[in-house]
């Protein structure tokens, strides 16, 4: 890849994958790639960088195997190990609970977003309050739909599972 030259690029959809849905990546004859093998960081937006790490992965697992002559899956789960050691799923793994806790904490995707916007509406309008007063709407109108424990609660489950 060091010297390589892009021929042509295609951008397309990619799977929510993700550490629990890694499943077997080797067999007889056939090593498993990139997306094809779930290897997508969704959270992180991350995608070609697995893909192209573990492509040169696979390559040096196939390399050793035509050098044994055994391309068979014994010699190719080598490729797992060396998946396990690189950053690809080690950060997959440390990432593995985030889309549960999104998909069990909705008020990331509606609640924050509506508020960020709304507040960030009451900081910029021109109405002749101000900072200070404008201050306190923000802290009432934030408090009314959020308790200070449920912001505190969300920050402190947020910050665990990232840290």
Not at 63 to 80: N, P, Q, W
Not at 97 to 106: A, H, L, R, W
Request: no cysteine; aromatic share 12%; glycine share 6%.
């Amino acid at each position: 890849m060091r010297d390589g030259e892009l021929k042509e690029y295609s951008a397309h959809l990619i799977p929510e994958g993700g550490y629990d849905y890694v499943s077997r990546v080797y067999t007889d004859g056939m090593l498993v790639v990139g997306d094809a093998a779930m290897l997508v960081n969704a959270i992180n937006w991350e995608g070609t960088n697995l893909a192209m790490t573990s492509g040169t992965l696979a390559a040096e697992t196939v390399i050793e195997a035509k050098k044994r002559g055994d391309f068979s899956s014994h010699t190719l789960e080598k490729y797992r190990q060396r998946l396990e050691e690189s950053f690809v799923l080690k950060d997959l793994r440390k990432y593995r609970n985030v889309p549960k806790f999104f998909s069990n904490n909705k008020q990331f995707f509606n609640l924050y977003p509506e508020l960020a916007n709304e507040l960030v509406y009451i900081w910029h309008l021109v109405d002749g309050e101000t900072k200070e007063e404008k201050m306190r709407r923000i802290k009432s109108e934030l408090f009314k739909r959020r308790s200070r424990f449920g912001l505190l609660s969300d920050a402190y489950h947020l910050w665990r599972l990232l840290a």
